[in-house]
Nanobody
Framework: VQLQACGGGLVQAGGSLRLSCAAS??????MGWFRQAPGKEREFVAA????????DYADSVKGRFTVSRDSAKSTLYLQMNSLKPEDTAVYYCAANTYLRGVTTNYNVWGQGTLVTVFS
């Protein structure tokens, strides 16, 4: 499976962005989002199961971000609201081609998309 993420950009604090990640090829079952801020390690953001019925979020984004996937299960989304400067990072989508439940363990990674939040 190949993943192609897009939707990053420059946004003022308090604003919103929606990231997308298109999956092609082999089925991408469980999927998720991670981010890496400058000088920091990559961190988990959100995850969603194959059916979309189960989600999980990092405490730092709960209530502000929403992860979802389309009915064809080929596109992953991350709706980001009430953005803060500390959300600035390169965001990566990821997929697990074996597991269908929510997980933070992924074997396929997309390229990142940069989100910059200014105050």
């Amino acid at each position: 499976v190949q993943l192609q993420a897009c939707g990053g950009g420059l946004v003022q604090a308090g604003g919103s962005l929606r990231l997308s990640c298109a999956a092609s090829g082999r089925s991408a079952y469980a999927m998720g989002w991670f981010r890496q801020a400058p000088g920091k390690e990559r961190e988990f953001v959100a995850a969603i199961s194959w059916t979309g019925g189960t989600t999980d979020y990092a405490d730092s984004v709960k209530g502000r971000f929403t992860v979802s996937r389309d009915s064809a299960k080929s596109t992953l989304y991350l709706q980001m609201n009430s953005l803060k400067p500390e959300d600035t990072a390169v965001y990566y989508c990821a997929a697990n081609t074996y597991l269908r439940g929510v997980t933070t363990n992924y074997n396929v990674w997309g390229q990142g998309t940069l989100v910059t939040v200014f105050s």
